[in-house]
Structure formats: structure tokens, C-alpha cells
């Protein structure tokens, strides 16, 4: 099966189809069995005649730990920069090496424009904390914030006060907050408004800052605090080029180019039927130049019509197909 990457970047923010779709998918997958050491190795563990694959929900999944303890990488072995999740040890944090910038920067703004529009329609706002320079998070937000082309648009970490005037006295351009779990509360817990327009998005993490809450709890407060109808949530983990969002009640949907499958906890080559529950599997096709196919350590449930909801992570007990994986 040949590969012509050019080609593939092109056709990967136009499909159309669902057999296009498998196309690129199986195209990815010969390629990254071929010239990716970590994949190839892993797939080869279950004995699997690649050429007998001809559907994207037989292709294996690289577990999401291999990204804290080797380079996946396809192709030649070097990169122009890492990103690297948050995590208490060098040790324990996954790696993502980006051969290819314009092709992360093309992939995030490309799945925001499919959700929201173009990032010149608003004022893009952020409660993110410091994160170190390898957080692909900020590296993203800061991107969207540039492409804003806002004097407004920036970081208002420690800036409340600010932050709240500016919600409440911009008009024109519409304005999206992105904002970490534990930053919205505490902004939430400051200030009584009352702006159904604005968009909050959630990016997760309470990162220790105060006692783990559940998603409807969290949003409650926000929605109440600041008057906004619903709060929205941004799916999206340092081993991804793409991102998938919520607009409401942890629904989450994901643009043309990703997919979301669910496997069964004790058997990682066998999936779930819509709405069970199950490990989370995603091929995120931009992923051309790392591994497209990541079996996830989250825990949740696919519709039929692709939309999805997260409902937990494995624990150790859990891992047992996962064991069977590594």
C-alpha cells in the first residue's frame, strides 16, 4: 500500500466519507507497522497478519503508558520539539516528539475551526496556570490566542479582577475562556455574573489544589457563579494532535479526522457495542509522524453516532487487559 505523505496531510482535513476515512486509516497503519519500531514490535506480540486487516476496528491499539517509557516515533528518528504531560517526576510524564509543527498547529486549529470557527470571530481568554514549556495545552491556547488577533486575548492566571471587567464590558466579538478545573472554581467562587454568551472550556485537572469533585458538580458551580447555560469541556491528552469537545453534560464529539472506539477491559483486541463501557481507543489520523492508534487508560461509553462520555480511568485493579497489552 503506498504512502505519499503530502497527499495524506490533504486529504486528512477534507474527508468526506466513511470508506475515505478507513482508507487513510489502514494507510497509516501499513505505514506506522513499517517504519515505527515501538508499534511494530507491539503488533507483532499478537501475532497478526497485517495484510488481513481491512477495517480501522481491527487495527491495534499502542497502549498510552508506552509514551512514558519509549520514543514513538515513525519515520526517521528525529523531531523539532516534545511535549511532555504533567506529571511529579521527569520519569512519569509521556513524551509526544513533533517531527512536524505546522502539522500539530494545522491539526488543532483545523478541529477548533470545525467546533467554533475561526479564532479572529473572538476575544480568546485563558485561566491556565504556568505550565512548563513542553505543555502542549499552553502551546496551543497560545497559538489560537495569536490567530485571535485580540489586544484582549491572553493569560489572566492571578488576574480575577481583570478578568472579570473584561467579561463584563467587551462587547462585539464573542469571547471563549479556557480554563482549568481548579482555576474556574476559584474564579467561579469570586464573582456573581451574569454572561450567557460567553463560552467556558473546561480543560480538566484539579492538580491538587482542592479535593477531587465529579464533572457535574464542578460545571454546577461554574453555571450558577457566572450565568452561563453550560459549560463546555476540551478532550485532549499531550499524546494527540487533535482534540475532541463537549458542548454540554460531558458529551463529547471529535472532528472528521478522529475516531472513538471502546474495547473490552479483558480482552484489548475486542470491542464493546455502543453504549458500554469500556477502555477508550482513539485513531486520531494527524498523529502521521508518532502512533495513530492509542488505547487510552480512560474509561467510557460510545454512541452509536460516534459522540462519546468519559466515566473514569483504570486503577491497578483494572489493568488487566491493559497487562495484557504491555
Known sequence: MSFNREYLISSIFRLSSENEFNDLALKLFHYQYLNNPVYHKFVDIFKIKTNNIVHFSDIPFLPVELFK????????????????????????????????????????????QFFFGNPSDYHILALLPGYHEESSLIYMVRNLIQQSNS???????????????????????????????????????????????????????????????????????????????????????????????????????SPPWMRILARDINDPLTLVQPGRTGGINIIDLANIDSCSFIATADLGKVNKDGSFEITGRYDNSDLRGCNLML
Do not use: W
Not at 103 to 110: A, D, H, I, N, R
Open 151 to 253: 489586544d484582549l486575548s491572553g493569560f489572566y492566571i492571578g488576574k480575577d479582577e481583570e478578568l472579570a471587567g473584561i467579561l463584563q464590558k467587551t462587547k462585539g466579538r464573542k469571547i471563549i475562556l479556557f480554563g482549568v478545573t481548579y482555576a474556574l472554581l476559584e474564579f467561579a467562587k469570586k464573582f456573581l455574573l451574569n454572561l450567557p454568551g460567553l463560552i467556558i472550556l473546561e480543560t480538566g485537572g484539579m492538580k491538587g489544589k482542592n479535593k477531587e469533585m465529579i464533572r457535574e458538580e464542578v460545571h454546577s458551580i461554574i453555571r450558577q457563579s457566572i450565568g452561563v447555560p453550560a459549560v463546555y469541556s476540551e478532550y485532549g491528552m499531550t499524546e494527540l494532535f487533535s482534540q475532541a469537545y463537549s458542548q454540554s453534560h460531558g458529551l463529547f464529539k
Open 69 to 112: 517509557s519509549h520514543r514513538i516515533i515513525s519515520g526517521k528518528n528525529d523531531y523539532e520539539r516534545i511535549f511532555m504531560s504533567s506529571g511529579t517526576t521527569s520519569g512519569n510524564r509521556s513524551t509526544l516528539y513533533v517531527k512536524d509543527t505546522g502539522l500539530y498547529e494545522k491539526s488543532f486549529v483545523s478541529t477548533f
